[in-house]
């Protein structure tokens, strides 16, 4: 009989199989193969912002090999990964473009915040081009702290979104479509299309402002 | 007299009696060089090159002199042929700074006037192309003048009063109105707003053939290959026109990762700026170091004891190997050997990564020197392992990498007499490093200029002639040979004794003045321009950075070669996006 623990993987019968079946025959939920092959083919996008992703190579090259997870296969395309591992600071004027390949990932779809800057703006955070944490733009699954973080922390955290991937059920994920992001526009600064209104009603108010200061000092010398 | 104080001396007499009245000496404290009027800047460059043999002109670069109410445009020039800086300076009115710009007599000065335009608003009249080059057109204001304040502004200068001595933390998005890192102008209305015109204008500025080949019909395109392009090392971006495949302008696109170094380390203390040095060129964290605490250590009169500038020494070649050996991995992998030579350079790479974590407690980001020396000592144990690297294994495996790489058919094929750059266009176009050296000029500023000690030590300068993407491939070895024979002479010369001159301080007061630190990094040369007003932190906080400049010859290497081989070409000048976009 098989004595492996209940929440293992693939294998989990529940039902007695016959002693001579055994390694020939599995008996498992759908939920549970499915997700068993998704969480063992992640593939990440290859692409990367900054320093994470030198730890980031380094995390695929031989030493840590994160091909032990199924996740050698680095996509260039967005339409064929699973994972987007943000490695790096983002940049306004990158902005756009990071929130263009997420809404070219199919779904279901996955984003790691890797390091300090891609979790909350990092190291670079009061710079005038920075962007306080991807998260502000795309749902984030998993946070890796570090600056860089380790091969290893990015191996954890890799892990734990497996772990979060073996907890979906087919339901939710198969099949469902992607919501698009409005991609953020350049213009003295980045806009978020969504925030059009509060950005004009800030800029009048500021405007107002500075008219009343102006008007401030001649009223004194008057 | 020496030899060379009479030169100089000569240089000074025929400088001053030959622009009389618009050509002074920069007499400030602290300062040194000349001050030249705008007017006359453009003579006195060519005399400068022609007639006194100044042909490279490193770095350029705008100070902000707010009190003042002066812009200030800084310029480096040397010989190829080595030896110290010329420095010269123009000074315009800050309401309206105008400078005639360098490029027709320096080509190298493109990009670093396009930069001191976006980032200062100097206009630079008669450049060729005066457009923003690290922000996109359309951005409010030019972020390093004095005045310009960034959406988290806090106070002028750290320490912040909210984090020391009070203490207490609060979230710089809590203060926003947006919850985000953004300000926008007053009465600006975003619907009125049309899309940035940034791409249409580079569109606009390619070049463009009359007419394609006679026989064969072909379509001019213009393609992006970039941000997100896995032969683009990072968030790079290269937009060509193509006639058929072949290339007939590219313009390097960049900024992706601008991440205001220069913003950020005028608002830090002195020592604040070491950590972050690390993740300009963060394959190369040592070396970044290394220019920066030379250039500080300029400024306030101290030298690091023996062991300390061995150990540095040390680390700085190590650096150098590692960044070279993986530069030559991730070259290969442009070439389409895709990943199989890289895995092997990574091999040797952590072994280093190895040695920085056990002295500095992190593999990349290392933030080791301190100026005056180094943040602590190297134990036995890692010394032995050094050791082991320098006078076994390296010499090794670097001998096999040369076995399996060099004489590939595939390598020599698609690297000989392709992105060829002649020793006149390297130097012209302010080309450093490997990059200048592969084409034949034997430029290096730990021969130059020494630097630290780099003069006890025996080691050829590379160089290789052809000036193409194979001799930048082969000149990489030969450096990391070299690097290896210095860190073995350094490991037999190194004395025991203290790793810092003085107590460890937090916080320096640095002497008013400007000062230039350069050295010979694994890219070229990497320099950190600084200047103190005496107070707890720079005025200024420039880095000359060696990937960024070694751009400018990018479009004329591509030119006529065909678009696979504007990845390879990209891939021989090894740029790292940290440094490039800053
Ligand atoms: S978290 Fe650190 S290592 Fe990673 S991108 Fe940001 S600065 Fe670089």
Redesign the pocket.
Same mark, same amino acid.
């Given at each position: 009989m098989s004595t492996k623990p209940k929440d293992e993987g693939l294998n989990s019968p529940q039902y007695p199989i016959p002693e001579d079946l055994q390694g020939v025959v599995t008996i498992t939920t759908l939920d549970r193969i499915y997700n068993w092959g998704r969480r063992n083919s992640l593939w990440p996008m290859m692409f990367g912002?900054?320093? &994470?992703?030198i730890?980031m190579i380094c995390t695929a090259a031989a030493r840590f090999d994160f091909a032990r997870f199924g996740m050698e296969v680095m996509r260039a395309s967005p339409r064929q990964a699973d994972v987007m591992i943000v490695?790096?600071?983002v940049t306004k004027k990158m902005l756009p473009q990071v929130v263009r390949l997420y809404n070219q990932m199919a779904e279901p779809k996955y984003v790691v915040a890797?390091?300090?800057?891609?979790s909350g703006g990092?190291?670079?955070k009061e710079g005038y081009n920075v962007v306080s944490g991807i998260d502000q733009y795309l749902p984030v699954d998993v946070y890796i702290p570090? &600056?860089?973080?380790t091969p290893q922390a990015l191996i954890y955290g890799l892990m734990k979104l497996q772990e979060k991937v073996d907890r979906q059920t087919i339901k939710e994920v198969y099949g469902r479509r992607a919501e698009m992001i409005p991609i953020p526009v350049l213009g003295p600064d980045v806009m978020d299309p969504r925030e059009y209104d509060r950005i004009r009603e800030y800029t009048r108010q500021k405007a107002e402002q500075e008219a009343a200061a102006a008007a401030e000092p001649e009223a004194a010398q008057a | 007299m020496s030899e060379q104080t009479v030169m100089i001396q000569n240089e000074e007499d025929t400088l001053l009696s030959r622009f009389p009245k618009v050509v002074r000496k920069d007499e400030r404290k602290g300062y040194e060089g000349y001050v030249v009027e705008a007017n006359a800047l453009t003579d006195f460059a060519r005399t400068l090159r022609d007639e006194l043999g100044y042909d490279y002109l490193s770095s350029v670069t705008g100070v902000d002199y707010l009190p003042q109410g002066q812009m200030e445009v800084v310029y480096h020039a040397y010989k190829t042929t080595g030896g110290p800086a010329l420095v010269f300076k123009v000074q315009v009115p800050r309401d309206n700074p105008v400078v005639p710009s360098l490029v027709p007599i320096y080509p190298g000065a493109d990009f670093q006037e396009r930069e001191a335009w976006d980032l200062l608003g100097i206009k630079f009249e008669g450049h060729p192309n005066l457009k923003r080059i690290l922000l996109w057109e359309g951005f409010h204001g030019h972020p390093l003048r004095k005045d310009w304040r960034e959406p988290y502004f806090e106070a002028e200068h750290k320490p912040y009063k909210s984090r020391f001595p009070e203490g207490k933390v609060f979230r710089a998005e809590e203060r926003n109105p947006f919850g985000k890192n953004v300000d926008y102008p007053a009465g600006f209305d975003p619907a009125q707003w049309t899309p940035d015109n940034t791409n249409a204008l580079i569109y606009e500025g390619l070049g463009r053939v009359e007419k394609a080949s006679d026989d064969l019909p072909t379509e001019q395109i213009v393609v992006n290959l970039g941000p997100q392009h896995p032969s683009t090392h990072g968030v790079f971006r290269m937009v060509v026109t193509l006639d058929g495949e072949t290339v007939v302008d590219l313009e390097p696109v960049m900024g992706y990762l601008h991440?205001n170094h220069e913003k950020i380390g005028e608002r830090n203390t002195w020592l604040m700026n070491m950590p972050f040095t690390d993740?300009l060129d963060?394959l190369s964290p040592m070396s970044n170091n290394f220019g920066y605490a030379l250039a500080v250590e300029k400024l306030l009169g101290v030298k690091p004891p023996e062991r300390a500038e061995y150990i540095r020494v040390i680390m700085a070649e190590l650096t150098r190997i590692q960044n070279h050996i993986f530069a030559i991995g991730m070259f290969l992998n442009d070439m389409g050997a895709y990943f199989t030579p890289s895995l092997y350079a990574i091999e040797e790479r952590e072994l280093i990564l190895d040695v920085f974590e056990a002295v500095a407690g992190s593999r990349?980001?290392v933030n080791y020197f301190r100026f005056g020396g180094v943040a602590r000592d190297i134990p036995e144990d890692v010394m032995k392992k050094i050791h082991d690297l320098a006078f076994e294994r390296l010499p090794r495996r670097i001998d096999e990498l040369d076995r399996y790489l060099t004489n590939s058919e595939i390598v020599r094929v698609r690297g000989e007499g392709v992105g060829v750059l002649t020793p006149e266009q390297a130097i012209a176009y302010s080309a450093a490093g490997p990059v200048l050296r592969a084409s034949g000029v034997p430029y290096d500023v730990r021969r130059a200029e020494p630097y630290s000690i780099y003069d006890r030590f025996d080691f050829d300068v590379a160089v290789r002639y052809h000036g193409d993407v194979y001799d930048r491939y082969l000149i990489r070895m030969d450096e990391v040979r070299q690097s290896i024979r210095i860190i073995q002479q350094a490991l037999q010369q190194i004395p025991e004794g203290p790793i810092m001159s003085g107590k460890p301080q937090y916080q320096h007061r640095v002497p008013a003045g400007e000062s230039y630190g350069r050295v010979e990094g694994p890219k070229g040369e990497l320099g950190f321009y600084v200047v103190s007003t005496g107070k707890g932190n720079p005025w200024r906080y420039h880095v000359r950075a060696p990937s960024f400049i070694n751009l400018t010859a990018l479009a004329e290497m591509t030119k006529g070669q065909k678009v696979a081989d504007t990845v390879i070409i990209l891939g021989s000048i090894d740029i790292v996006l940290?440094e490039t976009d800053r």
């Open positions: 912002l900054a320093c &994470c992703a730890e490695a790096g600071t890797m390091g300090a800057c891609a990092g190291p670079f570090g &600056c860089p973080p | 991440r993740r963060y990349m980001m940290g």
